[in-house]
């Protein structure tokens, strides 16, 4: 496995655990995450500190799981296809996913996440 592929899915696994710590090391502290949407969780969120903020209260406002199984990579990005389930106030999808990753040095400095059906995940968050 390319090792920018390990990388990546270490935080996928540290994310699945609550471990924000493990998340926090593997980004650039000016990395940026651009989400797609347009719900309070779109946009962009620049900075290895704001993005660990963005993930808490993503994980806080709902019970996400979001199992990887597509990863393809070279020696500039890492592409992961993803399917997920968001559980909140009696709501559920289920959401088939994409993030693309720009590795640099071992690190994350830069993500493109979305899905499929960016509008069932504005209504989701509605």
């Given at each position: ?15 699945a ?48 799981t ?28 289920e ?32």
């Open positions: 496995m390319h090792p920018d592929a390990q990388t990546v899915l270490t935080g996928f696994q540290a994310f655990e609550g471990d924000m710590d493990t998340m926090r090391g593997l980004f650039h502290d000016d990395a940026v995450w651009h989400s797609a949407g347009r719900n309070q969780w779109s946009g962009d969120h620049k900075g290895a500190d704001a993005i660990i903020e963005f993930f808490a209260g993503i994980a806080g406002a709902a019970k996400i979001n199992e990887p199984h597509g990863v393809l990579a070279d020696d500039d990005h890492v592409v992961v296809l993803t399917k997920g389930t968001l559980e909140r106030e009696g709501k559920t999808l959401s088939d996913g994409f993030y693309i990753f720009h590795v640099t040095d071992g690190k994350v400095a830069e993500v493109w996440a979305g899905s499929y059906d960016p509008y069932a995940g504005d209504e989701f968050w509605a």
